[in-house]
């Protein structure tokens, strides 16, 4: 068995819910870095990660996946939803990891010029394996739209 990440909060299922700004803040505050130390590892300089801490402007796939290696929770940085505890059967953990990979190239698919960067992939597998993990443990709100999340992950992808 495989020990797995859980949500609880409440979700807008049209997409990222409010407050983004709040939870990068409380994400770099609980990790206990400065807003500098924090910027660089998301290979920013501090007025950006200011600017992203205040919702002045939006941070890159880049940064995101920079933080979220560095050990930030990206559901709930993305989706509100707090990381608790739970148990995935590794049968059950290869399905996922299959869904996430088919999901990252039907987002690729969807480019007209049919390519992802590395990043790209990178931080979708990560975001998509994270949602498919929550909504087997059933710790996704019933409202979750799977189909909705992904439909607008590659209509945002497909512009090329």
Same mark, same amino acid.
């Given at each position: ?19 983004? &700004? ?45 933080? &979220? ?44 010029? &049919? ?42 992808? &497909?512009?090329?």
């Amino acid at each position: 068995m495989i020990n797995m990440s859980t949500q609880t909060s409440t979700f807008d299922a049209q997409g990222i819910p409010s407050g983004f &700004g709040q939870r990068l803040k409380e994400e770099r505050k609980r990790l206990k870095f400065s807003q500098e130390s924090f910027a660089t590892i998301g290979g920013v300089k501090r007025l950006a990660q200011l600017q992203y801490e205040s919702e002045a402007s939006t941070p890159t796939v880049r940064y995101l996946s920079a933080i &979220g290696a560095a050990g930030v929770d990206l559901s709930y940085l993305l989706f509100g939803m707090k990381t608790q505890s739970g148990t995935i059967s590794p049968e059950k953990q290869e399905q996922i990891e299959s869904r996430a990979f088919e999901w990252v190239e039907e987002c690729a698919n969807a480019r007209q010029d &049919g390519k992802l960067s590395a990043e790209m992939r990178r931080f979708l597998y990560q975001m998509i394996k994270g949602v498919l993990i929550q909504i087997e443990l059933g710790k996704y709100p019933a409202n979750f739209d799977i189909d909705l999340l992904k439909t607008q992950q590659i209509a945002s992808l &497909g512009k090329g």
